[in-house]
């Protein structure tokens, strides 16, 4: 059963607010309402004044959903990491920017766990379906004023050795030895030496083979190309374009 809260509406940083709101929880219909899209928070409230508050954070993915198919009309879906229901959405619409991590005990930690990989289904259907664009605007903006903890660890991460410049200047760091061309062929092992005669043997050979474009070769090539069949080169110059194509 889901218990919604008595508690107050955003009153600062409210990016949207949507009236005519349905909520739907888990496919159970809360009732219609107002959506407020603030800077802090995602909450909604009935007419009587109760409702529930989301943490952005929580929130794992949100999406106007237009597909009649899934769901009779068209709205703003969110997915909420865990369920809700009960005591978990107080947890949630009176937990503030600065929780207090060390009440929660032995049992609260084995709740998380149980919570662990669920989900939580929540459709805001608003009455005025041109407004959805509005409201899926509003939380990007305010989502992304709480990215992931883990996402910025990640953007710090990188691979690779650090070089320290100071450390280097003093003597102190192992600098990388560049070579110019000739000094770095002599510093080439004899593996090294024959690698490189192998490349350069192959790139000559494809350079000797290389043709010009339209079929017309180089005059080493055509005479080795001569070499092994013959050539009417009368017929040649009288007939070669005969079946050509040519656009005047």
């Not at 794992?60 to 005591?87: C, F, T």
């Not at 005990?105 to 379906?129: H, L, Q």
Request: hydrophobic share 30%; aromatic share 6%; proline share 3%.
């Amino acid at each position: 059963m889901v218990l919604l809260k008595n508690i107050h509406p955003p009153t600062e940083g409210v990016r949207h607010e949507q009236a005519a709101t349905t909520a739907v929880l888990d496919g159970q219909r809360l009732g219609c309402g107002t959506l407020y899209v603030a800077e802090t928070r995602l909450s909604w409230f009935d007419g009587s004044g109760l409702g529930f508050s989301l943490e952005y954070p929580s929130i794992g993915l949100h999406a106007i959903s237009r597909d009649v198919s899934a769901y009779p009309q068209e709205h703003l879906y969110v997915m909420v990491n865990g369920k809700l229901s009960g005591e978990n959405e107080a947890e949630m619409a009176e937990k503030g920017a600065g929780d207090d991590g060390n009440d929660s005990g032995g049992s609260s930690d084995g709740d998380d766990d149980d919570d662990e990989g669920m989900i939580t289904e929540i459709r805001f259907v608003p009455t005025d379906k041109t407004s959805l664009e509005s409201m899926f605007s509003a939380m990007c903006e305010c989502q992304a004023l709480h990215p992931d903890p883990d996402d910025e660890d990640s953007d710090n991460d990188f691979e690779g050795e650090e070089y320290d410049v100071e450390e280097a200047e003093h003597g102190h760091a192992d600098i990388p030895t560049f070579y110019t061309c000739d000094e770095g062929l002599s510093a080439l092992t004899q593996e090294g030496q024959a690698t490189l005669e192998r490349l350069e043997g192959m790139l000559a050979q494809s350079v000797s083979q290389q043709y010009h474009m339209a079929g017309v070769r180089t005059e080493e090539t055509k005479a080795e190309f001569e070499e092994g069949m013959e050539v009417d080169a009368a017929a040649m110059e009288a007939g070669q374009f005969e079946d050509a194509d040519v656009e005047h």
